[in-house]
């Protein structure tokens, strides 16, 4: 009897541990140290968001974790901090600036590419998956839109959020649009910007659709690889890691293509239709896409040897993971099968063994080791890694907020 109090003893605390939170609070102010009220705060990649009292104040309580804090207010340059939550209340406070952009300086010329241009925008950031084709933007009159004619560059940029409404997912998604570029010589896409989601009302019977798409879309996803890697249950959450080992001529090649294209950006690289795509995870929502060379004459060996989670995995505290590797990661989920899309769009799926057919594969390739993790699947430096086949298949339109909670956990 004494040893099974003591187990219900340990088991409580572990239920408490599990579901503390911390107190994250400050004060929003512009220049001259006057309050904000009504000021949006915005935990970016989740479902957590407040608002300002009459004297500026907020407060979230958020887990440990590492988190993007943006904070917006209409009339005013929206602006994000990076902030770790340990164990510890922590106070972040921010001072506004007003835009410089007033409605009585905009003069609005017609465009004629505008339609095209917006068309663009939609394949290379919501995507074309089944679930992009039920997502609408809901104000994209908001977006700005710069065309270099010399350099063929497609540049995109918002003050205010793209709001974007997810019919296959329920979400209500608001994208802070910081900049996406598009350049069509080199069929590069980048992008980088903060989102926030919003649950849409629905029927009980919408709600319960929605909930197995979330979970479909999230199951396979790289953020549930991450979680499962962090938490030791590869083989149980339907995942096989493989090792592809490339020849030197191919990773030269896509080490220049990076290094001339990328520079200075915190980038991810994602597969776009009909080129060759790279991708990281989305919780820095930052992309970059790199053209497939029209003839690469080099060679990839598979090796079907599992890749065991305890050579791969290490911990750096008892919040954070990391990895490093040679070569390539062939991540396998076994549990879904791909998209028909995926094939019929991407116009090159990932080359595999013919007993992997319609198998979900993707590729990570290692950039700047090591990469590190959290519990949730977010990547504390998603620049560290490279993605290839689905998940750079899946953008905006297939994301779920890193709050998340698969059924059944």
Partial sequence: MKSLLFFILLLACYVVQAQQTITLSGTIKDKNGEPLPGTGVYVSDYKIATSTDDKGRYALRLKAGNYNILVQL?????????????????????????????????TIKPDPNRLHYLNTFKTYFIGLTENAQKCKMLNSEILRFDYDNEKRTLTVQSDEFLIIENKALGYKIKYLVKEFQYDYKTRIVYYEGYPNYEDLPGTDNQKKKWAIRRSEAYNGSSQHFFSALF???????????????????QENLADSIIQAQVGGFTSTLLTLPGTHQFGSPKTTNTAVTVSKPKQSKGFAALNRAEILTDTLVHRYNDQIKKIDFTNVLYVIYTKERESSGFKARIGMPVNRPSELNNTQISLINMTSPPAYFYKNGSVYNPRAMLYEGYWAWEKIADSVPMDYIPPGK
């Fill in 74 to 106: 209409l009339g005013f340059k929206a602006t994000n901090k990076n902030v770790v939550i340990n164990n510890q209340p922590v106070n972040l406070n921010f001072t506004l600036e007003q835009s410089e952009t007033q409605l009585s300086d905009v």
């Fill in 231 to 249: 938490n030791n249950t590869i083989k149980e959450e339907g995942f096989i890691i493989n090792k592809l080992i490339r020849n030197q001529v």
